[in-house]
């Protein structure tokens, strides 16, 4: 995935800086997180403001989008980057599980399409509360 994020960079004329590679290979790793736990754990390897920049460029280029996920704002890849799932997010500890289902991603397409809708994107966030919190 990392050669797709670097030619993607050239064809907008944009270097391969050693901040833009963190910050990515941070996000491939982490599937939903915060701007603050990027920094966090790029302190020392790169410079906040690098960060912030780096962050700023790549919502413009679409790389990465905000998600709404336990009620904070967060970020991850894009479809383009990573493979297209949902979340579920508990409202007591803010955990957030990857959903990937193809039977509800064919269910999402079938209402569309009888509703004569062309769906472009989507996002679903469950919020609940998760198995751990339950026994507590």
């Not at 993607?8 to 004329?13: E, M, T, V």
């Not at 920049?53 to 479809?79: C, N, P, Q, W, Y």
């Not at 399409?113 to 996002?123: I, L, T």
């Not at 966030?125 to 998760?130: D, K, Q, V």
Request: aromatic fraction near 6%.
């Amino acid at each position: 995935m990392c050669n797709n994020f670097k030619q993607y960079l050239r064809s907008y004329g944009l270097n391969v800086t050693v901040p833009r590679l963190k910050v990515f290979r941070f996000l491939e790793i982490n599937d939903l997180t915060t701007v603050s736990a990027v920094i966090n754990h790029l302190s020392g390897q790169a410079d906040r403001a690098s960060i912030y920049r780096t962050i700023s460029h790549f919502r413009k280029l679409g790389i990465i989008h905000d998600v709404v996920a336990g009620g904070k704002r967060m970020i991850e890849l894009t479809d383009r980057f990573s493979s297209h799932h949902h979340h579920l997010s508990c409202l007591k500890c803010g955990r957030s599980e990857v959903v990937a289902d193809h039977k509800l991603e064919t269910d999402l397409e079938r209402i569309s399409e009888k509703k004569g809708f062309r769906a472009v994107s989507h996002q679903i966030e469950i919020s609940g509360i998760c198995a751990s919190c339950q026994d507590d």
